[in-house]
């Protein structure tokens, strides 16, 4: 079975530019999360989709951050624009229903802006 | 607004058992105890979780107190290939449950 898919793995990218993260979650999961590590915050969530709908977004730093859910098999989060501070590794993660259903990570997208 | 308190490092020898503790003191009722492990650049990966009694599966155990105040992982025969951060997650059992909130984990560092 296919894991949670994520693109691109590693991304360089200049002050400025947009930056589009990609995920899969795994077939027939209904709940996708997208956390955000970095070595002084640690793990945080940024936000929660469920049925492709946003149900918690306040983990979303700032205007420049948007996720979008357009179909229950695919997800984007994008920073426009982006910034130093943003660089981090960038985690989707996936989910059967609600409650205390396992949660699966993907192997993350190691963002960093110069 | 930590729920879980766990030792920041520690280290254990390889073919021994690790045993790595957690407190949740204000854990409530309907509140699980899960484990999540992750080793250097991959994405964290399900462990094991539990409720009042102690679990078991093919990865670890968990011992979880009666007063449910704390809990211990056991990895009964450490092997490098388990140095990684180990993160206890207190979890709601309801919708609002269905995200985990990390903390900063122990990183077990098990040596030859």
């Known amino acids: 079975d296919a894991g949670v898919i994520q693109s691109p793995r590693h991304e360089v990218t200049e002050m400025g530019q947009e930056v589009t993260l990609r995920c899969k979650p795994i077939s027939g999961h209904n709940s996708l999360f997208w956390y955000r590590q970095t070595m002084m915050r640690g793990l945080e969530l940024l936000i929660y989709f469920n049925n492709n709908v946003p149900i918690d977004d306040s983990g979303m730093p700032e205007d420049r951050f948007s996720a979008k859910m357009p179909n229950a098999s695919f997800s984007t989060l994008k920073i426009q624009p982006s910034e130093p501070r943003d660089s981090a590794v960038y985690f989707c993660a996936s989910s059967l229903g609600h409650g205390r259903n396992t949660i699966y990570f993907g192997e993350g997208s190691w963002l960093t802006v110069v | 607004d930590a729920k879980t308190t766990q030792p920041t490092s520690m280290d254990c020898a390889e073919g021994r058992a690790a045993n790595l503790p957690c407190n949740h003191s204000?854990?409530?009722?309907?509140?699980?105890v899960y484990w999540y492990r992750q080793i250097h650049s991959q994405g964290p990966q399900y462990i094991i979780h539990g409720l009042k009694n102690n679990e078991t599966n093919e990865m670890a155990s968990l011992i979880i107190t009666e007063d449910r105040k704390s809990s211990t992982l056991i990895l009964p025969h450490a092997t490098l290939r388990d140095t990684a951060v180990y993160y206890c997650i207190v979890r709601p059992n309801n919708n609002a449950g269905n995200m985990l909130t990390f903390g900063g984990g122990t990183r077990l560092m098990v040596k030859p």
């Open positions: 204000t854990i409530s009722g309907n509140e699980y």
